[in-house]
């Protein structure tokens, strides 16, 4: 006897559903409680399943709804259901699959994916054969259903379905699927297309075997004149050029031709996906010359895309000229991420870093930060531009002419992201040309539409390399002058767009800002008392990157009395669970270093508050550790954050941190951190570490016997930047301790010997390694000389490259001692250490006097004829360089 429910149960639940679209919160929340208490009982699951595939008597919403509700039981509870219940449910989903309404029958779906995603198509013998089957029914909606369904489970559960575990079922799918590409409804051939769209990017074996028959499928539905199978068709080729190129070749004029039709498509959504085609392709290395022939129909077709349609225009308000005093929507400030700390050189060939690439800027409109064609088509350009360089202007001039100095302000607007978008790419090209645009941009930064404006602000930013390049007079002083108005924009998207490209010019110029430091503070400071919620945390940033570019000449008196109070008035408005701590905690760490003693005055509650934010985590983990049902887990970027404003405060106020650090349990919770699960907080923890060993020694020494098995057991590059602070604070430490640092070198050298000898260990953890190796050798020469022949060849080339600093001096001293301790260790590499001595441009006159006795001793060991044959094998810079400086 089938189950069948009472009465007065679905009576309630029917009410419950009913109240549940009732748009009063405490209506809503007492449904959720109850929704809680109903969950006690065996058979409530039940009666969802009933009330959605059999009361037809209800309507499809309501229908709809008890499916849902019963889809995230499954996924909260599904393991606890009795087996009577869920074979119910199982039966129920299969028997309704082709219910007449297309709500009901993608509910069935959703809850039948759900099903699948808790492992049980191992337990669902009859699913897959059942649903195929329903594929081949006269009836549209068992068809349709099934398929819905099937599309559900190819998305949510691609990996399964290729598995041993339920034997394979996609050799049976695939030709199946593949059946349905020409069948007569368009809803039918999406599905089918969408289905084996899922199993493109793994190169699933199953499809890899009709390959060629999917494609043919694919180019006979290029017309169809259904959006959705179109959509659908454009998505597979994009795929298609990553994975399976060499099948698309023979066709790839066709298949360019068809491209840019769709990317014109009347369909906005087709249009998108054809015009990620472009992205794929520009990261093939064939693209220039599949392209070539193209690229100039190709090139308006992209530019065209990139106008603001009227609908975008609606959307960002761009009527809307003045907003600076409305508040922001709490739901428009996008979750920022804190990217923690990482130890790293300076080398000789660039004046910084390679920082990450700011971001391309096509997300230059958040409140659409949905992906659109206006950002594809601009992004594509970009890379395209990156593939044909210069080549593509003779195209580009003219339409830039005509798009630049239209009257019309939405394509004047799109002429300019042109421009921002070919910068990195043409730059060579542009140069000419920029002498007279610029001053055209900077006029533009006061036209009187603010998408005008701030679309300029970040196109001028592509160009501050150039800019800053120049005599200042000429370009940078007006462009500063004009993006620090802009700053104090009245409308909201200009202030972000404006800050956001100051940024970009402080990162540029540096130092070379200076002279104008006391214009640029007081603009930012004044955008304090008059900007929103989500700008506020952008003007962080770019207060944190002028501290970052100028340095220590941040540290005047007057610059610190005009900035620092409204910082602190910030501080001291946020609370401890404020995600707003983030920004400005980043931005107080880079103010802090730069300022140097001139942040003594603040550094004392800073400080404090910094200890007891990590102290506060490390008690919730606790606490969520042993009661988790009574305590959420922390977030644990507040101790991530707070942690690295601690290695700013110790690198900026170095010695005058001491008495901060007697006086607090900093220590005993570094402990504890350099041991957390989450390698983000080790990484702090070790770059915290090492700034407080250079710091305030006397403090770390005591628990050096506690450190060092913890930092060693961190020598795992898998996790790269764990382990690349680790190295450097092992390497910090040795400094410091000196000779006594003898009982702990074998806990460290083999990890650090493995690093460097690893193949694909990026460069920044090289270089640490190096160091640290070099400073072992350096306090230890005895226990670390012996290995010398196992690591000397990758430490010279992993150091040539870096500037001359106090850490590269201490590691080269390092390697002096031990070849002097073990000489035979370095014989068969020793063109390596000439080259990498000869990296040096000054070294200390004692340095230099201890490669010169190496460099001699060989020379007169292995006799004057054998050096001039050996020297003979020198690159001729490096025999100069050596001859000249030390007279081999």
Known sequence: MA????????????QLLKQSQSPDTATQRAVQQKLEELNRYPDFNNYLIFVLTKLKTEDDPTRSLSGLILKNNVRAHFEKF??????????????????????????IGILVTTIVAKGELRNWQELLPTLCQSLDSEDYNLCEGAFGALQKICEDSAETLDSDVVNRPLNILIPKFLQFFRHQSPKIRSHAIACV?????????????HIDTFIENLFFLATDEDQEVRKNVC???????????????????????????????DDDTVALEACEFWLSLAEQPL???VLSSHIERLVPILVKGMKYSEIDIILLKGDVEEDEMIPDKESDIKPRFHKSKTHSQKHQEDGEEDGDASDDGFDDDDSLSDWNLRKCSAAALDVLANVFHEDILPILLPILKETLFHQDWEIKESGILVLGAIAEGCMNGMVPHLPEL?????????????????????????YAHWVVGQPHDSFLKPLMTELLKRVLDANKRVQEAACSAFATLEEEACTELVPYLGFILETLVFAFSKYQHKNLLILYDAIGTLADSVGHHLNKPEYVNLLMPPLIQKWNMLKDEDKDLFPLLECLSSVATALQSGFLPYCEPVYRRCVSLVEQTINQCFKNSNTPDQYDPPDKDFMIVALDLLSGLAEGLEHHIEGLVANSNILKLLFQCMQDPMPEVRQSSFALLGDLTKACFQHVRPCIGDYMPILGANLNPEFISVCNNATWAIGEISIKMNSDMQPYVSVVLGHLVDIINRSNTPKTLLENTAITIGRLGLVCPQEVAPMLQQFIRQWCTSLRNIRDNEEKDSAFRGVCLMIGANPAGVIQDFIFFCDAVASWVHPKPDLKDMFCKILHGFKNQVGEENWTKFSDQFPTPLKERLSVNYGV
């Open 235 to 265: 998505r597979a080729l994009v795929m298609l050029v990553e994975v399976r190129m060499d099948r698309l070749i023979p066709h790839i004029n066709n298949i360019i031709e068809y491209m840019m039709l769709r990317t014109q498509d």
């Open 287 to 289: 693209c220039k010359d």
């Open 82 to 107: 009795p087996a009577e219940v869920t074979t119910f449910i199982k039966q129920e989903c299969l028997n309704s699959i082709g219910d007449p309404s297309p709500l009901i029958r993608a509910t």
């Open 438 to 462: 610029i001053p055209y941009l900077i006029g533009c930064l006061s036209d009187k539409k603010a998408l005008v404006r701030s679309i300029t602000c970040w196109t001028l930013s592509r």
């Open 197 to 209: 769209n899922q199993f493109i990017i793994s190169r699933t074996q199953a499809l890899m075997l």
């Open 3 to 14: 189950w069948q429910p009472e009465e007065s149960g679905l009576g309630q639940i029917l």
